[in-house]
């Protein structure tokens, strides 16, 4: 069994990594071992750099707190710290609103 997790050329371009758990060899942009479903270490930087919270999409959430929620629905499984951003400015935007109206309808009533 071979525990290494160095990447080795085959056929030219493509490229593949041994499991640290079972030592099957497995696709270098693999995020999970076919064989035993251990999750690989050191996934790419490429999938990582795409999960990043940014502030388009948070001001996304603020301006319209629904499509939040739902871009989280969608997202908190592939991207969670984008989704969870997306989500808190949300649930700001939709906390001072509520503090807005709460505080308008008190001062109608006087």
């Not at 056929?11 to 041994?18: A, D, E, S, W």
């Not at 251990?38 to 603020?62: Q, T």
């Not at 969870?84 to 906390?95: D, L, P, T």
């Not at 001072?96 to 006087?110: D, K, M």
Request: hydrophobic share 40%.
């Amino acid at each position: 069994m071979n525990n290494q997790s160095n990447v080795t050329p085959q056929n030219g371009n493509l490229q593949y990594k041994f499991c640290q758990n079972c030592g099957a060899k497995i696709d270098v942009k693999a995020v999970v071992c076919p064989k035993c479903g251990v999750p690989v270490n050191g996934n790419n930087a490429e999938s990582n750099s795409e999960d990043r919270n940014n502030g388009w999409w948070n001001l996304l959430g603020f301006f319209f707190p629904i499509v939040g929620w739902i871009l989280w629905a969608v997202w908190h499984k592939e991207y969670p710290k984008r989704a969870h951003g997306i989500c808190v400015w949300s649930w700001v935007s939709f906390g001072i609103s509520f503090v807005i109206g709460f505080v308008n309808g008190f001062l109608s009533t006087l």
